[in-house]
C-alpha cells in the first residue's frame, strides 16, 4: 500500500486559474517576478485504464458550474461522483491511474518548492495582425516613392513551382492559441490556499485556465 503523499506524485499536473504577477524576495534580498496560480482543488472524475479506455489517464474536473449549463451525459457523469459540477474537465496523465477513485481530490501540495514545471495555457487573441507584429519582420524603405514600408514582400515564384510556399510566414490572427512555456520553476508553494508562485510569466489573460505539469526536461 503507497502513501498518500506517494500516490499525489504519480499525478504529473493539475489543473489551475492564473490569477495575477506579482515579485516575491528571497533569503538574500534577490526579486523574483513570479504569476500566482490557483492550483485546484481538482477532482477525479473518472479512471482510464488501458483495458477499457486504451489508454492511461485520469479525468480530472476544476472550478464550479450550475447544474442548468452542463449537459445531460456530463452531468450523469458528475452525479455519479457526487462531488458537484465543474466548470472545466481535462485528462492529465499518471504514472498508475488505477491507484486513484473517482472522487478523490488533487491538490497543490503535488509540487514542492524547486519543482521545475511546464505551464500550458491559451495565449491572448490580438486579432489580425500584419507580419511585422506577427514574425517581426523589418520595414521596408520608406522614402520618397516607397511602396513597401510595412508590407511583407514578394511572397511566391514566377515560374516554378509557382505557388506560395506552405507554411510561408504572412499576415493573420495574432494569439488564441494553445501555448506551453518551458521549465518555469516554482518559487514558492501554499496548501492552505491552493496557490503557486511561479517564477515567470505565463500563457494567457487573468482568470485564464491553465495546466502545470512537471516538467521532463533537464534542470
Not at 48 to 76: I, W
Not at 152 to 169: C, D, E, F, L, N
Request: charged residues 25%; hydrophobic residues 35%.
Amino acid at each position: 500500500m503507497i502513501s498518500e503523499r506517494e500516490q499525489q506524485l504519480m499525478i504529473t499536473a493539475i489543473i489551475g486559474r492564473k490569477l495575477d504577477m506579482t515579485q516575491v524576495f528571497s533569503g538574500d534580498g534577490a526579486v523574483y517576478p513570479v504569476t500566482l496560480v490557483q492550483a485546484g482543488p481538482c477532482t477525479v472524475t473518472q479512471v482510464k485504464t488501458v483495458k477499457t479506455d486504451g489508454y492511461a489517464a485520469l479525468q480530472m474536473g476544476f472550478g464550479t458550474k450550475k447544474a442548468k449549463s452542463v449537459n445531460r451525459p456530463m452531468k450523469g457523469q458528475f452525479d455519479k461522483v457526487g462531488k458537484g459540477y465543474f466548470e472545466v474537465v481535462r485528462e492529465i496523465a499518471a504514472l498508475d491511474p488505477s491507484e486513484h477513485n473517482p472522487g478523490d481530490q488533487v491538490l497543490a501540495d503535488i509540487f514542492q518548492i524547486g519543482d521545475r514545471v511546464d505551464i500550458i495555457g491559451k495565449s491572448k487573441g490580438k486579432g489580425y495582425a500584419g507580419t511585422i507584429k506577427r514574425w517581426r519582420f523589418q520595414r521596408g524603405p520608406d522614402g520618397h516613392g516607397s511602396k513597401n514600408v510595412r508590407e511583407p514582400g514578394s511572397t511566391g515564384m514566377a515560374t516554378y513551382p509557382g505557388r506560395v510556399i506552405k507554411g510561408k510566414k504572412m499576415p493573420g490572427q495574432l494569439g488564441n492559441k494553445r501555448t506551453t512555456v518551458l521549465n518555469l520553476k516554482i518559487v514558492d508553494v501554499r496548501p492552505e490556499s491552493n496557490l503557486l508562485l511561479i517564477h515567470g510569466a505565463v500563457p494567457g489573460a487573468k482568470n485564464g485556465i491553465v495546466i502545470v505539469r512537471r516538467t521532463n526536461r533537464a534542470k
